[in-house]
């Protein structure tokens, strides 16, 4: 496990500090030390990945969870079919990201796209759009699409979460007169916070380094509006062939998600404790 994890980790910290090209791999690597890294901190190119960057992470990951925190607590209710819905819910997480960005992708189409045919139809619009050719509907819909497949992850958390909650608290909130919302107000939302916090913080992992939907549905573009660090980390790599600027690139990555990640450690940690 150690040589797994840390041979392409330490072969990463490595060639960040490295001058070295795919397309010459004979003429070897060079050492540059931090040369790398100062180039990305005086180009706002990476200052301007790294805010796309911030933007589509906390805007997916606000949308995940106001949508799963609002599922779940539908589904907490009893109704008929309720164990059907909870079954159907886990089809978006359980559809690989590659294939549901492929269907995705084929709904925004401009020229054939469903997303287009019915708004024509209900005339909503006039004529076709290019929904991946503008920069900022593009964003938009790769955002939908990322919290289309990590809405049921936080729905289901939640809705554990919810169930853990007993039931002697609530009853004893009527008797006190209080209602629905003052019980989702006072009650529910206190006993769910470290749920939640666990829950958005290992979200916010994931969808920072997302690659797939991004990559699948729009390769980044129109005009780099799409282009997040882990895209920007791939096009070093892959089509500039510079492998010292994105192993700089994937260090930056590496650090910032090591922050979220210990942050996530320390959330379980005083749960534990708590409980």
Same mark, same amino acid.
């Given at each position: 496990?150690?040589a797994?994890?840390g041979?392409p980790l330490l072969t990463?910290l @490595?060639s960040?500090?490295? @001058?070295?090209?795919?397309i010459?791999?004979? &003429?070897g690597? +060079?050492?540059?030390g931090f040369?790398n890294f100062? +180039?990305?901190?005086? =180009?706002?190119?990476?200052? $301007?990945t790294l805010?796309?960057t +911030?933007v589509?992470?906390? /805007?997916?990951?606000l949308g @995940?969870?106001?949508?799963?925190?609002l599922i779940?607590v539908?589904l907490?209710?009893e109704?008929r079919g309720?164990a059907?819905y909870?079954v159907?819910?886990?089809?978006?997480?359980?559809?690989?990201?590659?294939?549901?960005?492929i269907?995705?992708?084929?709904?925004?189409n401009?020229?054939y /796209?469903?997303?287009?045919y019915?708004l024509?139809k209900? !005339?909503?619009?006039? =004529?076709h759009?290019s929904w991946?050719?503008?920069?900022?509907s593009a964003?938009?819909?790769?955002?939908?699409?990322?919290m289309w497949r990590?809405?049921p992850f936080?729905?289901?958390v939640?809705?554990?979460g919810?169930?853990?909650?007993?039931n002697?608290?609530y009853q004893a909130?009527?008797v006190? !007169?209080? !209602?629905?919302w003052? @019980?989702?107000?006072?009650?529910t939302?206190?006993?769910?916070?470290?749920?939640?916090?666990a &829950?958005?913080?290992?979200?916010?992992?994931w969808?920072?380094n997302s690659?797939?939907?991004?990559?699948?549905?729009? /390769?980044g573009?129109?005009?780099?509006?799409?282009?997040i660090?882990?895209?920007?980390t791939?096009?070093? &790599?892959? $089509?500039n062939y =510079?492998?010292?600027?994105?192993? &700089?690139y994937?260090t930056?990555?590496l650090?910032?998600?090591?922050?979220?990640?210990i942050?996530?450690w320390r959330?379980l940690r005083?749960?534990?404790?708590q409980a």
């Amino acid at each position: 496990m150690i040589a797994i994890i840390g041979f392409p980790l330490l072969t990463t910290l @490595k060639s960040s500090v490295f @001058k070295e090209s795919l397309i010459n791999p004979m &003429a070897g690597s +060079t050492l540059i030390g931090f040369t790398n890294f100062i +180039t990305l901190a005086i =180009d706002p190119g990476f200052w $301007s990945t790294l805010l796309r960057t +911030t933007v589509w992470t906390l /805007g997916s990951v606000l949308g @995940k969870s106001l949508i799963g925190l609002l599922i779940a607590v539908l589904l907490n209710k009893e109704f008929r079919g309720n164990a059907v819905y909870r079954v159907l819910l886990l089809v978006p997480w359980a559809t690989p990201q590659v294939i549901g960005a492929i269907v995705w992708k084929w709904i925004f189409n401009g020229q054939y /796209g469903m997303l287009n045919y019915y708004l024509m139809k209900l !005339g909503i619009l006039s =004529d076709h759009y290019s929904w991946l050719g503008n920069t900022t509907s593009a964003f938009l819909a790769a955002m939908v699409v990322d919290m289309w497949r990590g809405v049921p992850f936080m729905a289901i958390v939640f809705l554990a979460g919810l169930q853990s909650i007993p039931n002697d608290i609530y009853q004893a909130a009527s008797v006190d !007169g209080a !209602g629905s919302w003052h @019980k989702f107000r006072f009650i529910t939302m206190p006993l769910l916070i470290p749920v939640l916090l666990a &829950a958005t913080t290992l979200s916010i992992i994931w969808t920072f380094n997302s690659f797939n939907i991004i990559w699948t549905m729009t /390769g980044g573009g129109p005009l780099n509006a799409t282009e997040i660090l882990v895209v920007k980390t791939y096009r070093e &790599a892959f $089509s500039n062939y =510079d492998v010292g600027m994105s192993s &700089a690139y994937a260090t930056v990555t590496l650090i910032i998600l090591m922050a979220f990640s210990i942050l996530y450690w320390r959330i379980l940690r005083r749960g534990g404790e708590q409980a």
